[in-house]
């Protein structure tokens, strides 16, 4: 099916369907129900945005604890056809540490910010990729931390962060997420009101 017309079937099924508390599909430990929707192409499914780890970049509704809208982004998400890429905003199941470690686990939506093989540090607040600091014109001023720490990033894992760092259980907390467990990255944002 034709791109265009495949985001266009999606438009059409995100509005007729109603919200819902989680991101997607699959369970590491947590409870999560099925896709908001799934669309009918081998390469695309819904999901929508559940809490504010990505504000403002991705909007969860009110009155969720630091939400920004009165309804959950919905995001159109296409599988890997090759390599994640740093920067993209990605589904992914949560390692079973997850749900011990965050409180939650199931289908979760972050930015990938390392790959494998190289050194993620932070200090006060700002991300550095093997000593150089990585730009991040997402992450707004009041939504960093002030937090410094460094981990290595093993082959074959991810280090995923959410764009607002002070509301976000990610990587810095449970680690890194192993390749097999990246679902697609978001290739559209459908917005409401």
Not at 106 to 126: A, D, M, Y
Not at 154 to 164: K, R, T, V
Request: proline share 7%.
């Amino acid at each position: 099916m034709h791109v265009g017309r495949l985001l266009v079937l999606a438009f059409l099924l995100f509005v007729g369907i109603g919200c819902g508390n989680t991101v997607g599909a699959g369970s590491d430990g947590g409870s999560t129900n099925p896709p908001v929707v799934q669309v009918s192409a081998p390469r695309y499914t819904g999901y929508h945005m559940p809490s504010a780890s990505m504000e403002p970049t991705l909007h969860c509704a009110k009155p969720g604890f630091g939400c920004g809208a009165s309804h959950p982004d919905r995001l159109l998400v296409r599988a890997f056809g090759s390599a994640p890429s740093r920067g993209d905003i990605v589904v992914f199941r949560t390692p079973r540490r997850a749900a011990r470690v965050c409180g939650a686990g199931g289908t979760f939506v972050k930015r990938l910010i390392g790959l494998p093989g190289e050194t993620v540090g932070e200090r006060n607040g700002v991300v550095f990729i093997d000593g150089k600091r990585l730009s991040e014109p997402y992450v707004k001023a009041d939504r960093r931390d002030d937090e410094t720490h460094s981990w290595r990033v093993p082959d074959g894992e991810y280090f995923l962060m959410g764009d607002n760092r002070m509301s976000s259980c990610d990587s810095r907390f449970r680690g890194s997420v192993p390749r097999d467990n990246l679902i697609g990255s978001v290739v559209k944002i459908f917005r409401q009101g």
